[in-house]
């Protein structure tokens, strides 16, 4: 079965400061991807990143990077000197090599104050 | 590119009426939509799969009487909530994935706010 668990259910930091959002996975298949999606108070799912199984490269985009690490099924996601504008629920999801499906996590709730 | 529209973006009715849902693919073509639903400060929960021309597969708990969905063209699927009650009331999202021989990538519409009153 596929699972993700995201064990922070909110987080709340003060502007500026750096803010980690860990995600774990669950899957038995060697093909995968993951993925992180930002769902701001409006609703929309804004797609962040994915990442295949096979590219345990991390990744950097601006303030945001991602560390994807097998070894702990760990895909996590951080945000370099928060801003208010980076409040949002984040959720990681995980859909399988030739499958549709997208398993989300139950998400965490970051509030960054100014 | 890879828009997807949602409409209306929310909606108030009645208990025991019916209300329909459209979800649109703006500039692609998209063969198979999917449909989400949320409940508040909870996690998007995987309804269906609406492959165009065909049914829709269900997944395991969700009545097909009670949510329809139709995927009559590769840029439409809409969702009837069937004799909608207050427990129906959730976040409705749509998302819609490029035609077969291309990427698997799902995208997103902005999704419908359902309130049975």
């Known amino acids: 079965a596929q699972k993700v668990t995201q064990a922070q259910t909110e987080i709340s930091v003060v502007e500026k400061e750096d803010v980690t959002l860990d995600c774990v996975y669950e899957?038995?298949?060697?093909?995968?991807?993951l993925f992180w999606y930002k769902q701001p108070p409006s609703g929309e799912l804004v797609f962040l990143i994915r990442?295949?199984?096979?590219?345990?490269q991390n990744e950097i985009s601006g303030r945001y990077s991602w560390n994807f690490q097998k070894s702990t099924s760990s895909f996590n996601f951080t945000i370099t000197a928060s801003q208010v504008v980076d409040s949002a629920v984040y959720f990681c999801?995980?859909?399988?090599?030739?499958?549709?499906?997208?398993?989300f996590g139950k998400g965490t709730k970051l509030t960054v104050n100014p | 590119g890879a828009v997807v529209s949602q409409h209306p973006s929310w909606v108030i009715c009645k208990s025991g009426t019916s209300v329909k849902i459209e979800c649109r693919s703006l500039?692609?073509?998209?063969?198979?939509m999917f449909w989400y639903r949320q409940f508040p400060k909870q996690s998007l929960m995987l309804m269906a799969t609406?492959?165009?021309?065909?049914?829709?597969?269900?997944e395991q708990g969700v009545e097909k009487d009670k949510f329809l969905i139709n995927h009559a063209s590769l840029t439409l699927s809409t969702l009837t909530v069937t004799s909608a009650h207050p427990e129906d009331s959730s976040f409705y999202i749509c998302?819609?994935?490029?035609?077969?021989?291309?990427?698997?990538?799902?995208?997103f519409g902005p999704g419908t706010r359902l309130t049975v009153l």
């Open positions: 998302s819609a994935r490029w035609t077969s021989g291309r990427s698997r990538e799902q995208f």
């Open positions: 899957t038995r298949d060697t093909t995968y991807y």
């Open positions: 990442r295949n199984s096979f590219d345990e």
């Open positions: 999801a995980l859909r399988m090599g030739g499958s549709e499906k997208l398993v």
């Open positions: 500039d692609f073509q998209a063969t198979t």
């Open positions: 609406s492959n165009e021309g065909s049914k829709a597969t269900y």
